[in-house]
């Protein structure tokens, strides 16, 4: 059974400019989870999507936006990038969205470094 | 909002010490979930508790939920170098949508000397 899928692996950009990545979950999984990782913040919940719906929204302005398809392909979208937004984007996908937790399985995330 | 704090935030034990890391949440949990990142690596489920006062082990590694399923603890015997990595819990709780999400803690970076 394929892992979750993040890609792409690395990133440079520009402050400024726009972003997007893309986490494809483990098959059957409809739950995708998008989390911020930074040396001084840990692990910091962006958002939760469950079939198509967000279901879940962290305290992150309003420039970091996602969407899930139909497949459950999730992609992230950042955009007017700025410097603090450096850090590892990782995706979790997990069977369920309903209480009590699955188990999240976290893809290898993307590191995104804006200069 | 929800917070889970996870102390220390960094551990530097000889190999063979044991080691321990605490998860305190500010609200009442359904359950709570605890994930291992290597360097360099991502998350890793290790394992979910769920009771109140649950106890749960994993050859070297002991897992406790609090009776108030507010708190819990990770305790490794007798480290060794493969136990090096930065060890997360995540508090499961309900929200508005009748699901649930997991709220990470802050980390505990474990580093082993040889």
């Known amino acids: 059974k394929a892992g979750v899928t993040q890609t792409p692996r690395y990133l440079i950009k520009t402050r400024g400019q726009q972003v997007t990545l893309s986490c494809s979950p483990i098959s059957g999984h409809r739950s995708v989870s998008w989390y911020q990782q930074t040396p001084g913040q840990g692990l910091q919940f962006l958002f939760e999507y469950f079939s198509e719906t967000q279901r879940n929204k962290g305290n992150f302005p309003g420039r970091f ?13 950042v955009s007017t ?6 850090a590892l984007y990782l995706c979790a996908s997990s069977l369920e969205a309903r209480s009590p937790n699955t188990e999240a399985f976290f893809g ?8 | 909002g929800q917070q889970v704090m996870q ?23 359904s ?31 002991t897992f406790q939920f609090g009776e108030a399923k507010k708190n819990s603890s990770l305790h490794i ?25 997991l709220t990470f803690g802050t980390g505990t970076r ?3 000397i040889p």
């Open chain 2, 31 to 61: 359950n709570i979930q605890w994930y291992k990142q290597r360097p360099g690596g991502h998350p890793v489920f290790l394992i979910q508790l769920v009771k109140s006062g649950e106890v749960k082990k994993q050859k070297r590694l």
């Open chain 1, 108 to 115: 290898q995330g993307t590191r995104l470094t804006v200069v």
């Open chain 2, 77 to 101: 015997t007798a480290t060794q170098t493969t136990d090096v990595g930065t060890y997360f819990c995540a508090g499961g709780v309900g929200s508005n949508f009748g699901n649930e999400k």
């Open chain 1, 81 to 86: 990038l700025e410097l603090g937004d450096s």
């Open chain 2, 7 to 29: 102390i220390p935030q960094y551990q530097h034990v000889q190999e063979g010490e044991d080691f321990t890391t605490y998860c305190n949440s500010s609200t009442t949990l």
């Open chain 2, 110 to 112: 474990l580093t082993i």
């Open chain 1, 65 to 77: 936006s996602g969407r899930q398809f139909s497949n459950s392909r999730s992609e992230m979208n």
